[in-house]
C-alpha cells in the first residue's frame, strides 16, 4: 500500500456527503485519462471504433458477455443475464468468466457456452497477461458483446472481439468503444445497475418482480451438502469470516465470541475457503464452545451448504451473494463499502445489515482506503459492530424464519 497516494477520511467523508469520481485519487485520474487519450487516438487510426452501419439489436445472432472479476460480481449480473436471454430467446449467448467462476457458469441453464477467461487486472488473474485474455476469447466473431465491469481493459477487449454492437460502462474510459452506454450510479444496487445495462439495449424488457439470482445448486450439489450436514442438530447457522480484503472483515475475537454465544442455542459452522484456513483455525481455537468447521469445499458444494443453513452472517463478500442466491436469510456485517450498491435486494426480505454509523462510512475506498484506515487493523466502521448487535440480528432472522 502507498500511503502517499492514499486519501484521508476526511477527503472519504466529503465524497460521501457530496459525491465525487469512481478513481477518487486526482493524480490517479490524471493517469487515467492520459492512457485514455492514447487509447481513443489508437481506436481512430486502426478502426478500433463503432462503424456507422450498426445491425438492429433484435436481429443479433451470437452475443458475447464478459464478467471476468469476483464470484460476488457474476452473481449480480445473474438476473441481468437471464433477462438478456430473454430478450433474444434464439441468439447464441456466450459468458466469459474467471477459472474460479467456472463451476456458476456451467451450471447456468441460460448460457450455451463458457469461455474461460483469466484477465490480469481481475481477482486472482496476477499472472495472466492481456494477450492471455484475449487469445482465451479466440476468434469467433459476434454480432453483440456486452462487459458488466466498467473496465477500459474489458472494454478494449470486446471491441478486439469485432462485435458491431457493445455496450458496457464507460465512465473511467473507452466509452468510444461502445455503442450502447449505461452510467453508474453509486447510490443504486449492482443488480439493479446490471439489469439497466440490458435495458439499455431493450427497453422493453424489464424484471417482472423484485431482482434475484438464479440458484444454480443441482441436486447432486444437495447430497452432497445433505451428507456434511444432516447429522447435526437445527438450527444450522454458518460463520463466514473472511471477506476478500482485511479492510472489510469483523475482528477474529468478535467471531469467536459469537461463535460462543451462539452455541448456546444453535448449532455453529464455521466456513471458508482453503485460503481461507488459518484465519477460521484461529477464530476456533479463541472459542470454548469448538464449533464445527467446513473449508474448502468446491463452490457448488459450498452454495449447496449454504442452501440448507437456517441463517448464515458474512462481510460484504462473495458468499453474501451466494446467500441471496440460495435463499438463505443472511446476516451481513458491513463497514466501509455500502449495503445499498453491493448487498442484494432488500424488497426479497434475504438479508439484514449490521453496521455503525461513522462519519467517513460508507466511504466505499476498498480498493485504495483512507490513510487512518490502512494503519488500522480493522477501519472504525467495522470495529464499532458488536457481538450484541449481530446477536440481536440473529435471533431476529431466526425468529422472521
Known amino acids: ?45 486502426s478502426g478500433l471504433g463503432p462503424g456507422r452501419d450498426l445491425p438492429d439489436v433484435r436481429t443479433v445472432e451470437s452475443v458475447l458477455a464478459l464478467r471476468l472479476d469476483r464470484l460476488g460480481d457474476l452473481i449480480t449480473t445473474l438476473p441481468a443475464l437471464e433477462l438478456l436471454r430473454k430478450a433474444l430467446p434464439e441468439a447464441r449467448l456466450e459468458l466469459a468468466v474467471g477459472s474460479w467462476n467456472e463451476p456458476v457458469a456451467r451450471r447456468l441453464p441460460f448460457i450455451d457456452r463458457v469461455r474461460v477467461v483469466d484477465a490480469p487486472w481481475s481477482a486472482w488473474g496476477e499472472k495472466a497477461s492481456f494477450g492471455d485474455a484475449r487469445a482465451a476469447l479466440g476468434q469467433d466473431r459476434f454480432d453483440l458483446a456486452l462487459d458488466f465491469q466498467g473496465d477500459v481493459r474489458a472494454l478494449l477487449l470486446i471491441a478486439l472481439s469485432g462485435a458491431k454492437l457493445r455496450a458496457g460502462y464507460g465512465d473511467t474510459g473507452g466509452d468510444y468503444l461502445l455503442t450502447h452506454r449505461a452510467r453508474w450510479d453509486e447510490k443504486r444496487s449492482w443488480y439493479d ?41 437445527r438450527p444450522l447457522v454458518g460463520l463466514h469470516p473472511s471477506a476478500g480484503r482485511s479492510l472489510k472483515e469483523w475482528e477474529p475475537e468478535k467471531f469467536a465470541a459469537l461463535a460462543d454465544r451462539l452455541s448456546e442455542f444453535v448449532t455453529v459452522v464455521l466456513t471458508g475457503g482453503e485460503s481461507d484456513r488459518s484465519l477460521v483455525e484461529r477464530i476456533f481455537e479463541k472459542t470454548s464452545t469448538r464449533p464445527s468447521m467446513l473449508l474448502g469445499l468446491s463452490l457448488p458444494a459450498f452454495a449447496a451448504v449454504i442452501e440448507r443453513l437456517d441463517a448464515f452472517v458474512t ?63 480493522t477501519p472504525e466502521c467495522i470495529s464499532t459492530v458488536t457481538v450484541e448487535q449481530v446477536l440481536q440480528a440473529l435471533r431476529e432472522t431466526l425468529k422472521a424464519t
Open 1 to 45: 500500500m502507498n500511503l502517499f497516494f492514499a486519501p484521508s477520511r476526511k477527503l472519504a467523508a466529503h465524497r460521501l456527503a457530496h459525491g465525487g469520481p469512481r478513481i477518487y485519487d486526482p493524480r490517479e485520474r490524471v493517469l487515467l485519462a492520459g492512457a485514455d487519450a492514447l487509447l481513443r487516438g489508437v481506436s481512430l487510426l
Open 193 to 233: 445497475q446490471n439489469v439497466d445495462l440490458v435495458r439499455a439495449l431493450f427497453p422493453e424488457i424489464a424484471p417482472s418482480g423484485p431482482i434475484h439470482p438464479y440458484n444454480f445448486v443441482t441436486d447432486e450439489d444437495r447430497r452432497e451438502a445433505a451428507l456434511l450436514l444432516d447429522a447435526w442438530k
Open 315 to 377: 462481510g460484504d463478500t462473495g458468499p453474501m451473494h451466494l446467500s441471496h442466491a440460495v435463499g438463505t436469510p443472511n446476516v451481513a456485517i458491513f463497514g466501509p463499502s455500502d449495503p445499498v450498491r453491493y448487498g442484494p435486494d432488500e424488497a426479497l426480505g434475504l438479508r439484514r445489515v449490521v453496521r455503525r454509523s461513522v462519519y467517513c462510512s460508507p466511504c466505499n475506498m476498498i480498493r485504495r482506503p483512507p490513510n487512518e484506515c490502512t494503519r488500522a487493523f
